[in-house]
């Protein structure tokens, strides 16, 4: 089994530039299928071609058959390397079989040669010279099943080079985002770009990642929660239909449905009231899963079949006392929280860990309104102090209950889209500001009072800004990574966010400890059949360096917690190792 260092010292690995620009796979095959009859060559024209080795298949001592492909899981072209054949074009028959020892799967090459057909009929591409090798792989593709991919002790480059079809998230998201931008940009709408990093997080209740800038040292900064604040702002200067998609942060927990950096779409048109807002809402879902399912069949949409009027409403307020068997209080009293509190204990159900207001109320559409919406459904007037950003009326049924222009779409029971009229009034938005502040700190015992951290602040640059004229408008946002979860039948949101969730990105400074040589050449010549291989589990042997792919659930936990303790022990001796070096040179000045 040849090392590494024996493919270098071979000649073969010199990392080259590319040439003139090569013909791709898809264009070859396109211009030479069904030209050629079997065991005829096309003489007098020449290609060269790249590609990854996907398979090296032995026909014989002196033939072999190489599956390119120009990324994994796309289509192949099969490259017929003959010996004879090159060593009658004066290539050294050594270099020939040298290089057939040393090529293996996951081999960036360069092949030069003639549209052939086998005499089984397969374009191929005959070899007229010694392929280049453009960039090795060092190490053995460890051809698994998606789901053994996935596993946390894969990085994500090798996850998609053992199991392709783990590409498909990545391609429907682009597909998703492409249809959004262009039902948007058919309504007139502009794509606009705001800031990610700011003095404020923008409007939205969560927690915000916080630092601070090089440049300004005494100013706290803060990783945006939503772009809203920034683009009503837009308006307020005289645009009336824009949107943007990017990323937004919440330093909360992670679970199947949430991760601290996540991708929304949020648009804001003047002149739209919430029943409009709705309706689009519709329009575009199923515009945006016809067009997936246009793009590429593999990525149906998995929410059923939707019915063709308007998705169903749940009216908040009625709907939760229907639920208790009593009526809420009037939520916007004094006494609100109190009184809500004491249901919550007369009910027996499980309290909030910081029980103001808004969590209460929250926590009590997760018990009885979000589980009956496994079909696509608007939940409506949310109180008020849940959307302090949103105008607000009195309830038509209820009219002591200050409720929202709100609603909210839930499909599978997970929130999918929010939007509301937006509050334009500064006098109003100022007061429910405040009103926030208040929900959030919950006297104690002693001086010190309970914190929901999560509470909006008050943003009085925003408040001015209001001052100069907020149209009546429609916002509107949507969280990308859920609704592709919905369209590809996902159920944990680290399976469509391209690496992984937070966890997974944060472990990238983990490396196996000295000792582990990572640069092992194993391999297993393949034999067989030269025409067929298995697409799913090629016989190629790990290196020791490598993750196994024995499907043994306790050999497998084994090798993860050796793993993990083997990081540990070199993450610590790096540690150690730091600090002697900044002792050694603490005086050095240069």
Known sequence: MPSTQEVVAGGFTKYPRVGKAPTSIGAFKRAWLGRLSPGEAADGVEYTVNGRIYAVRTASSKLCFIDLVSQPGTVRL???????????????????KEFRKLIRDGDHISVTGKPYVTKSGDLSILATSIPEMMSPCLHSIPYTTPADAQDDILDKHVQLLAAPSLMKSIVARAHLIEAIENFLKGQAFRRVYTPILAASAGGATARPFKTTATEFSDRELTLRISPELWLKRLIVGGMNRIFEIGPSFRNEGLDKTHNPE??????????????????????????????????????????????????????????VNTALGLELPDLSS????????????QKDLPIPQIPTLPRLLDKLSSLYLEPRCSKATWITNLPECLSPLAKSFSHPDLPHQRV?????????????????????????????????????????EGDADDIDDEAMDIDHDYIRCLEWGLPPTGGWGCGIDRLLMLMLGESNIKDVLTFG???AVTRGAERLPPGIEPWSRARVESSGDATSKSTDMPEIAPADDEVSTVQNDAAIRKEKTEREMKRKDHRLEQTRLQEELEEKFKDFKL
């Open 78 to 96: 099969q490259v017929y390397l003959d010996e004879n054949k090159l060593v009658a074009q004066h290539v050294p028959t050594g270099i020939v």
């Open 262 to 319: 996540f991708t929304t779409c949020e648009f804001y048109a003047t002149d739209w009231p919430l029943e409009r807002l709705m309706t689009e809402t519709q329009k575009m879902i199923h515009d945006v899963a016809g067009r997936i399912m246009e793009l590429s069949e593999e990525f149906p949409p998995s929410i059923g079949e939707w019915p063709g009027e308007l998705w169903p409403q749940i009216d908040f307020i009625p709907a």
């Open 501 to 503: 969730n937070l966890r």
């Open 404 to 444: 929202a222009a709100r609603g909210e779409l839930f499909i599978h029971c997970k929130e999918v889209v929010n939007c509301y009229e937006e509050e334009n009034s500064p006098v109003e938005q100022k007061r429910k500001l405040i009103d926030q502040q208040k929900h959030a700190h919950l006297p104690q």
């Open 334 to 345: 004094p006494t609100a929280r109190e009184e809500v509190l004491e249901i919550f204990k």
